[in-house]
């Protein structure tokens, strides 16, 4: 997975709630790469920017992904789903908005907005769920030190 540029300066917007659930947000820009021949950002393009911001969220939270590995856990999607509103152009500026909609020891989901900058419209949302599995593919549940830092508000 590709590094977001902007995670060095990440002065991320931390939201209060949506649902009651804590969420980041912050700032990408449609890159060259990721248009099609008809001049807007590939579908396949949209999980990865929700990627992206689910990794910025764990890194906010105090457990990026490599800690999880390092634990010896994976969290797998088993479900990713997004509904587009709106197509994102070349050197379009766009935020990312991140909230945990659901947390369990089974399971964890995210959702996911996709908004511009400029007119605050809603680009596409979505969500992902996800389940721990260990190095085998096992399913496992997912670990109280990770499920607790889920549920803390971001910092």
């Given at each position: 997975m590709?590094?977001?540029?902007?995670?060095e300066?990440?002065s991320?917007r931390?939201g209060?709630?949506?649902g009651?659930?804590?969420?980041?947000?912050?700032?990408?820009?449609?890159?060259?790469?990721?248009?099609?021949?008809?001049?807007?950002?590939?579908?396949?393009?949209?999980?990865?920017?929700?990627?992206?911001g689910?990794?910025?969220?764990?890194?906010?939270?105090?457990?990026?992904?490599?800690?999880?590995?390092?634990?010896?856990?994976y969290l797998?999607?088993v479900?990713?789903?997004?509904?587009?509103?709106?197509?994102?152009?070349y050197?379009?500026?766009?935020?990312?908005?991140?909230?945990?909609?659901?947390?369990?020891?089974?399971?964890a989901?995210?959702?996911?907005?996709?908004?511009?900058?400029?007119?605050?419209?809603?680009?596409?949302?979505?969500?992902?769920?996800?389940?721990?599995?260990?190095?085998?593919?096992?399913?496992?549940?997912?670990?109280?030190?990770?499920?607790?830092?889920?549920?803390?508000?971001?910092?």
């Open positions: 590709r590094k977001s540029r902007n995670s300066n990440l991320n931390i209060s709630t949506q009651g659930k804590n969420f980041i947000e912050f700032e990408e820009r449609v890159r060259y790469s990721e248009i099609d021949k008809m001049g807007v950002a590939h579908n396949k393009n949209y999980f990865e920017w929700f990627e992206i689910r990794t910025e969220y764990c890194r906010q939270k105090k457990i990026p992904y490599k800690s999880i590995e390092d634990e010896g856990y797998v999607v479900e990713a789903f997004c509904r587009y509103k709106r197509p994102l152009r050197d379009e500026k766009f935020f990312i908005r991140v909230f945990l909609k659901e947390i369990s020891p089974k399971k989901v995210f959702s996911y907005e996709l908004v511009t900058k400029k007119e605050k419209k809603l680009i596409a949302k979505g969500y992902t769920v996800h389940v721990a599995t260990n190095s085998k593919a096992e399913v496992r549940s997912i670990p109280t030190s990770i499920l607790d830092k889920l549920k803390d508000p971001v910092t």
